[in-house]
Nanobody, 123 residues
Framework: VQLVESGGGSVQAGGSLRLSCAAS????????MGWFRQAPGKQREGVAA???????TYAESVKGRFTISKDNAKNTLYLQMNSLKPEDTAMYYC???????????????????WGQGTQVTVS
């Protein structure tokens, strides 16, 4: 599966952005999918993920501010980001895989399919 992210940009603190990730094929209930981010000089980290039953998992740092969702008809994954903070500044990636342990949904190493990323800058 190929993944293409969009929707990044520059926003002031407190603002909102919605990221999109278009998949090249139907992911439906087949793939585990997630959003990850990497700031300069830091390791890539998991932000939010969906298992194959669409159960969500969030990093503590984004709980209550970010919402992950999926539109199966459009083969698109979303990340709604509200109340953005400067520390949310990073390159954001979406990822997918067929098999991901439930306790490893936010682990980048568990995913083999990645998009090219979209930059989010919060000032």
């Amino acid at each position: 599966v190929q993944l293409v992210e969009s929707g990044g940009g520059s926003v002031q603190a407190g603002g909102s952005l919605r990221l999109s990730c278009a998949a090249s094929r139907y992911t439906g209930s087949t793939y585990y999918m997630g959003w990850f981010r990497q700031a300069p000089g830091k390791q890539r980290e998991g932000v939010a993920a969906l298992d194959r039953t669409d159960t969500t998992t969030y990093a503590e740092s984004v709980k209550g501010r970010f919402t992950i969702s999926k539109d199966n008809a459009k083969n698109t994954l979303y990340l709604q980001m509200n109340s953005l903070k400067p520390e949310d500044t990073a390159m954001y990636y979406c990822a997918a895989d067929l098999i991901v342990p439930i306790d490893r949904l936010l682990a980048p190493s568990e995913y083999n399919y990645w998009g090219q990323g979209t930059q989010v800058t919060v000032s």
